[in-house]
C-alpha cells in the first residue's frame, strides 16, 4: 500500500478452541509438514493413557489440519469427532508515511476450525459430532451455505465457459442446405445448357 507502512495488529476476538481434560493439542500452521506432526501424535496417541487429541488450525492451514484428523481416523479405528469452527477477528493498523493521511484500519476475518478425537464415546447431542467409522466432515449449517453458494457459483462460471467455447452451429439444417445445393447444380445446368445451344446455333 503505498504511502502506508504496516502498524500493530490487534486481536479482537478469538474463539476458543475445544478443550478435554488430559488431551494433547495439536497446533498445525500453513508451514507444518503433515508428516512431522502426524509422527509425533500418532506416537504419543498411541500411549493409553492417553485417550483424546485435539487438532487446531486457522487460515490457510484449515485444510491441513482436516487432512490429519481424517489420516488419524483412518489409522486408528473407533474415534468419536466433534468439530468446532468460527473465525479470529483481527485489526491491522496502517500508519500514513505522507504527513495529511489518517491511519487506516483494516478488519479481517481469519476461519479457525478445532477437531477433537477421542477413544472414548462423546457427547452424541452436539450438532458436529461423528461417530466412529464416518468421514465426512460435519460442518456447521452457516459454514454449508457458504460452500454450497461457493460451489454454485463455480459451476455457473464453468458452464459460461463451456458455452463459449463451443463453436457456433449454422442457423439452416442439413435439409435447407442440401436444397440449397440442389437449386444451385440445376442453375449451373441451366447456364451450360443455354451455352451449348448458343454455340450450336453459331455453328450454323
Known amino acids: 500500500m503505498d504511502n502506508y507502512t504496516k502498524g500493530e495488529s490487534v486481536t479482537i ?11 494433547i493439542e495439536m497446533k498445525v500452521t500453513n508451514a507444518s509438514k503433515i508428516r512431522n506432526v502426524m509422527g509425533y501424535a500418532m506416537s504419543t496417541f498411541g500411549n493409553s493413557n492417553v485417550r483424546h487429541v485435539i487438532w487446531n488450525g486457522s487460515g ?3 485444510s491441513k489440519t482436516i487432512s490429519c484428523a481424517e489420516i488419524m481416523k483412518r489409522k486408528i479405528k473407533g474415534l468419536h469427532q466433534i468439530t468446532q469452527v468460527g473465525f479470529l477477528r483481527v485489526e491491522d493498523f496502517w ?14 476475518n481469519i476461519p479457525t476450525i478445532s477437531i477433537l478425537l477421542s477413544k472414548d464415546p462423546l457427547d452424541t447431542s452436539h450438532p458436529s459430532y461423528q461417530a466412529p467409522g464416518s468421514t465426512e466432515l460435519v460442518w456447521p449449517d452457516q459454514m454449508k451455505t457458504k460452500k454450497d453458494n461457493s460451489q454454485r457459483k463455480m459451476a ?7 458455452a463459449a467455447s463451443k463453436p ?6 442439413g ?3 442440401f436444397k440449397s445445393k440442389k437449386k444451385t447444380d440445376k442453375l449451373q445446368s441451366g447456364t451450360e445448357l443455354k451455352k451449348s445451344e448458343a454455340t450450336c446455333n453459331s455453328m450454323e
Open 156 to 162: 455457473a462460471i464453468r458452464d459460461l465457459k463451456n
Open 60 to 62: 490457510n492451514a484449515i
Open 175 to 177: 435439409k435447407d442446405s
Open 168 to 173: 457456433k452451429r449454422s442457423r439452416g439444417n
Open 95 to 108: 500508519e500514513p508515511t505522507v504527513e495529511g493521511l489518517d491511519r487506516l484500519k483494516v478488519n479481517t
Open 13 to 23: 476476538f478469538d474463539p476458543p478452541s475445544l478443550h478435554m481434560e488430559g488431551a
